[in-house]
């Protein structure tokens, strides 16, 4: 019970640090951040479904609890959403060419929970909150789960939008990438260095398949090691992923604490123990190198996450009279 007291002592400090923080930055000389304000608002739903976020947060919480995978599904859902033509939900539209059939997506779920809370908002306000804002609701709140707290505070005022093909995911960036090309894939999104080592941050949850992996361990039928790897890191993910591997095995993200939304992927990176190329990539680079040692620190990482998410949930979005408010999160409006 002391622990729990301890935890969430130390969540909400961290919470209010993050506020805190991001509200001096945004104070001075952040302009641009609040300019760039595509028309999203905090509380947008205050007079139009007053119950959204106790809504969002009591069924995400229900999942998470008897799921503790989703935290992560739904976080790399609400990015995935958003890199590719903007935050609009146009991942969730099922047809043969949509964004999910795509390489990248096959292996982003948690799109029952997102089918669970459009069910009840739409019986508590039919027709108002869109489903774009639900992916990034419950993204928030899956991860909060663990603090019983908001790590970050999210905007909404997001319509849905009508296309969904396989064919824009081209957008999302590869776990094999190095350092410039990722940063140039943020750069192309409205992001920028700070947002690309804070963001990676989210690889302190959740699970890759072993052919992210596996490149980086074994060239054809030999063993073949990344110099980035530390070689015990190596062996322990060569017995998770031989060679071949299954297709569906997997390995976690955050080779230390998997489940805890925690600093200690940064921790990793500088031991060599990031999981993908594309994490270990920020390792290679002098100023994300000196990001990374100061987001070991997890106060700063909240704060960076914080506001990066907040950048983030605001690409290209549909505000206004754009888009829809789709009835069901799975298909366009048809009237
Ligand atoms: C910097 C560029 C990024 C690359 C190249 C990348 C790539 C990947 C890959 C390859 C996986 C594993 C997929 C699989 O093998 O099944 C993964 C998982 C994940 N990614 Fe990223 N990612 C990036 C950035 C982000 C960002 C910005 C977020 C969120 C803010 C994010 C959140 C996640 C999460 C939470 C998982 C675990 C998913 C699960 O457990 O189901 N990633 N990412």
Same mark, same amino acid.
């Given at each position: 019970m002391e622990r729990e007291l301890g935890w969430r002592w130390r969540a909400a400090a961290a919470w209010w640090f993050a506020v805190a923080v991001g509200c001096s930055l945004v104070g001075s000389g952040s302009a641009g951040l609040l300019e760039s304000n595509p028309g999203l608002a905090y509380?947008?739903?205050?007079?139009?479904?007053?119950n959204v976020d106790s809504i969002v947060r009591s069924v995400t919480w229900a999942q998470v609890a008897a799921n503790p995978a989703l935290p992560g599904r739904l976080l790399r859902l609400h990015f995935h959403d958003c890199f590719v033509?903007?935050? $609009?939900? !146009?991942?969730?539209l099922d047809n043969?060419?949509?964004?999910?059939?795509a390489g990248p997506n096959?292996?982003?779920?948690g799109y029952e929970v997102i089918d669970a809370i459009k069910a009840q908002l739409e019986q508590a306000?039919?027709?108002?909150? !869109?489903c774009a804002d639900i992916v990034a609701l419950a993204a928030r709140d899956a991860v909060s789960y663990q603090f019983k707290a908001s790590l970050w505070q999210v905007e909404t005022g997001r319509r849905d939008g009508p296309v969904s093909l396989a064919?824009?995911?081209?957008t999302l960036p590869s776990p094999f990438a190095g350092f410039n090309v990722l940063l140039q894939s943020f750069a192309n999104r409205g992001l920028n260095l700070t947002d690309l080592v804070a963001l990676s941050?989210?690889?302190?949850i959740g699970k890759a398949s072993c052919s992210s992996v596996t490149p980086r361990l074994y060239q054809g039928n030999a063993t073949s090691l990344?110099?980035?790897? $530390?070689s015990a890191y190596a062996r322990r993910l060569m017995s998770s992923c031989?060679?071949?591997?299954?297709?569906s095995s997997t390995i976690d993200? $955050?080779?230390?604490?998997?489940l805890k939304f925690d600093s200690s992927y940064y921790t990793n990176l500088q031991n060599?123990?990031? /999981?993908l190329a594309s994490d270990a /990539?920020?390792?290679?680079?002098a100023a994300a190198a000196q990001m990374v040692a100061d987001l070991t620190n997890p106060i700063k990482f909240y704060a960076a996450f914080s506001m990066s998410m907040k950048k983030m949930g605001r690409i290209d979005v549909l505000t206004g009279s754009k888009g829809q408010i789709r009835k069901q999160c799975r298909a366009v409006n048809t009237s």
């Open positions: 509380n947008f739903y205050q007079k139009s479904c007053p033509q903007g935050c $609009d939900a !146009s991942i969730l043969a060419q949509s964004e999910k059939t096959l292996s982003v779920g306000c039919p027709g108002v909150v !869109s064919t824009n995911t081209g941050g989210a690889h302190t990344d110099p980035l790897l $530390d031989p060679n071949p591997s299954p297709s993200l $955050d080779a230390t604490t998997p060599k123990q990031g /999981a /990539a920020l390792t290679q680079n």
